[in-house]
């Protein structure tokens, strides 16, 4: 009987650990006043037309990114050792209708998954676009019509998950260590 719980504890233990990777998020408050490329954590933000993005007060008074091309191109954003999950926070400031959108890609230019939603031309704000498949290489995100100027919304905290960049939390390991031990004196006691 013991041997079973200390199995089913070690389970859920490596479940947990599986399932609690930390999620990165960049808030761009580091990033340059203007650029044309920008690396941070492992992921580098571009226009995908080569244009300039610019560190911007989004609609929420936080430092995000805007593409300064006209007409506004997409944002990319491609993440060294891949990720399983992606989101975005896109938004404007109430001056047209746009369709946010995110989409994901594997290194062999894959469309792994598309999302969108339609803001009206009254919303000021930030709205959050998620993702979540293996393999992800590289995301693009923005606007589409009906935008006015082309992609003409703000980017803020981009988050991303992987198993490249996973740090289990500590509460997990103790837990995962715990089951084992347990496993260890009930096999000693079976033992003797």
């Known amino acids: 009987m013991a041997v079973n719980f200390s ?20 808030d761009f408050s580091s990033a340059p ?4 490329s920008y690396t941070e954590q492992g992921v580098t933000f571009t226009s995908v037309t080569g244009g300039t993005i610019s560190n911007s007060t989004t609609p929420n008074g936080t430092s995000g990114l805007l593409e300064e091309s006209s007409p506004r191109s997409f944002l990319r954003a491609d993440i060294a050792g891949g990720a399983t999950f992606v989101q975005v926070d896109l938004g404007d400031y109430a001056s047209d209708a746009d369709t946010l959108f995110l989409d994901i890609y594997d ?3 894959t469309l792994l998954g598309h999302t969108e939603l339609l803001i009206s031309s009254s919303f000021t704000g930030m709205q959050a676009l998620s993702l979540a498949s293996s393999n992800i290489a ?9 935008a006015i100027n082309g992609s003409s919304v703000y980017a803020d905290n981009f988050t991303w998950r992987g ?12 837990l995962a260590l715990g089951a084992l031990g347990a496993m260890g004196v009930t096999s000693r006691r079976r033992q003797k």
């Open 163 to 174: 198993s490249a960049n996973s740090v289990p939390e500590p509460s997990s390991l103790l």
């Open 138 to 146: 590289y995301a693009i995100f923005g606007a589409t019509a009906p």
């Open 7 to 26: 199995a089913t504890l070690l389970a859920a233990a490596l479940s947990t650990l599986a399932l609690t990777a930390r999620a990165n998020v960049i």
């Open 107 to 109: 290194l062999s230019n």
């Open 33 to 36: 006043a203007s650029f044309m």
